[in-house]
């Protein structure tokens, strides 16, 4: 049973949303601010928290921020419908996905369990043996990438990103399979939750000898990872 933290100021959604989680099977605690939040997601054993952005006090975005300061677990963000804005911040401080409010409990417990499930590596299908290509070494058992022989701090989202690309390195990955593939769901049009995690991913890497960058943006396509 995967054990969760819900976090949302509003006590009456938070209610029925931990009510409908736990009949499909999760474990879950609520919190109702960003402090809160904070301390709890950081002393408690989550599998992943589900995170309001608006909130009185402590946003979820500062609350996120301080998260990511200790933690790499999955953190999925709840974000007012088609504000793009705080999609964007909080994807950039490294949230996994995000779900728009309001929302449906039924795609939210979607979303969870595509996370968790891409952060299992016993779902791994290609299998676990270490995969080399260039300088990055990526370990799928452990969920642990090594680029030129330091190890990169990246959440579950851009490990199974930068996996995919990995294992079709040199051919060029569409955004719709990359967000199948390490989202767990179909690309959305104006959805730009891939790009951000590159832009994430690329900075966290670093640039080749020659100053490329080793994840190429091939343009109305995809990305595409070199090595040469």
Same mark, same amino acid.
């Given at each position: 049973?995967?054990?969760?933290?819900?976090?949302?100021?509003?006590? !009456?959604? %938070?209610?029925?949303?931990?009510?409908?989680?736990?009949?499909?099977?999760?474990?879950?605690?609520? +919190?109702?601010?960003?402090?809160? $939040?904070?301390?709890? $997601?950081?002393?408690?054993?989550?599998?992943? #928290?589900?995170?309001? #952005?608006?909130?009185?006090?402590?946003?979820?975005?500062?609350?996120?921020?301080?998260?990511?300061?200790?933690?790499?677990?999955?953190?999925?963000?709840?974000?007012?419908?088609? *504000? *793009?804005?705080?999609?964007?911040?909080?994807? !950039?401080?490294?949230?996994? *996905?995000? +779900?728009?409010?309001? @929302?449906?409990?039924?795609?939210?417990?979607?979303?969870?369990?595509?996370?968790?499930?891409? $952060?299992?590596? !016993?779902?791994? %299908?290609?299998?676990?043996?270490?995969?080399? #290509?260039?300088?990055?070494?990526?370990?799928?058992?452990?969920?642990?990438?090594?680029?030129?022989?330091?190890?990169?701090?990246?959440?579950? %989202?851009?490990?199974?990103?930068?996996? +995919?690309?990995?294992?079709?390195?040199?051919?060029?990955?569409?955004?719709? *399979?990359?967000?199948?593939?390490?989202?767990?769901?179909?690309?959305?049009?104006?959805?730009?939750?891939?790009?951000?995690?590159?832009?994430?991913?690329?900075?966290?890497?670093?640039?080749?000898?020659?100053?490329?960058? @080793?994840?190429? %943006? +091939?343009?109305?396509?995809?990305?595409?990872?070199?090595?040469?």
């Amino acid at each position: 049973m995967s054990k969760l933290l819900l976090v949302d100021d509003d006590i !009456e959604l %938070t209610n029925m949303l931990k009510e409908y989680l736990e009949r499909e099977g999760f474990s879950v605690d609520a +919190v109702h601010d960003g402090e809160s $939040a904070v301390r709890a $997601a950081l002393n408690g054993d989550y599998a992943l #928290v589900v995170l309001d #952005v608006m909130m009185p006090g402590m946003s979820g975005i500062e609350a996120l921020s301080r998260i990511r300061t200790h933690s790499q677990m999955p953190v999925l963000m709840l974000t007012a419908r088609g *504000d *793009d804005i705080d999609r964007i911040i909080g994807l !950039e401080l490294g949230a996994d *996905d995000y +779900v728009p409010k309001p @929302c449906m409990p039924r795609e939210l417990a979607a979303r969870i369990r595509a996370i968790l499930r891409r $952060a299992s590596p !016993e779902t791994t %299908t290609n299998g676990n043996e270490p995969l080399q #290509v260039g300088e990055l070494l990526l370990s799928p058992e452990k969920r642990q990438a090594n680029w030129q022989g330091h190890t990169l701090d990246l959440t579950s %989202t851009e490990f199974n990103l930068l996996e +995919v690309l990995a294992r079709q390195a040199g051919q060029t990955v569409s955004k719709a *399979d990359l967000s199948s593939h390490a989202l767990g769901r179909n690309l959305t049009r104006y959805d730009r939750s891939i790009d951000v995690h590159m832009s994430s991913i690329r900075h966290k890497l670093g640039n080749l000898p020659d100053g490329r960058s @080793c994840i190429q %943006t +091939v343009r109305g396509i995809g990305y595409q990872l070199i090595w040469e």
